[in-house]
């Protein structure tokens, strides 16, 4: 990852640029265009039904209702199922927070970043494209910033 400002090339290349078209898995892009401070659209890979998904671009992920990830609840859950399920988001969040910091060790915020944390900066999409089909997703809000692509 930070070969790419190692690159003058790429970097004299990306100056220039009025939006930046990244992959919503690598933080590169959102790197860059912070650094540059240039528009950003993230092509985002997963459903809103990843938490970390959720986390990373501040999408509401109400778990007293949406069940988590692969565990296999229904939208008709019981109270020990809503229990579990509320319990597994709260254990989702710092989790995320974990891996967000293990990626990119030796980032410096306050050179690049402005003194945001990584989350800040990938969380500053402009657009997000969801490659998802919405009918199929558990019902939940939609943000302005996110575009359904599928």
């Known amino acids: 990852m930070y070969s790419y400002f190692l690159s003058s090339d790429l970097l004299e290349r990306v100056k ?3 939006l930046l078209l990244a992959d919503g898995t690598f933080i590169c ?3 860059l265009a912070e650094y540059f401070s240039i528009p950003r659209v993230d092509v985002a890979m997963w459903s809103f039904c990843d ?3 959720s986390y990373l671009y501040n ?3 109400p778990v007293s209702y949406v069940p988590q990830m692969d565990t296999g609840f229904s939208s008709k859950m019981t109270f020990l199922q809503r229990t579990l399920n509320t ?6 969040i710092p989790l995320s ?11 410096d915020t ?8 990584l ?5 500053q999409a402009q657009l997000v494209l969801v490659p998802t089909d919405f009918a199929l997703e558990w019902a939940r809000p939609v943000l302005p910033s996110e575009c359904i692509s599928a």
């Open 97 to 107: 927070q974990i891996m967000i910091k293990l990626s990119a060790p030796a980032f």
């Open 29 to 31: 892009g959102a790197i």
């Open 16 to 18: 220039g640029a009025d």
């Open 110 to 117: 306050n050179k690049i970043g402005h003194g945001k944390t």
């Open 59 to 61: 999408i509401p992920n």
């Open 87 to 92: 319990i597994l988001g709260l254990i989702i």
């Open 119 to 123: 989350q800040e900066i990938i969380g």
């Open 51 to 53: 938490p970390m998904f």
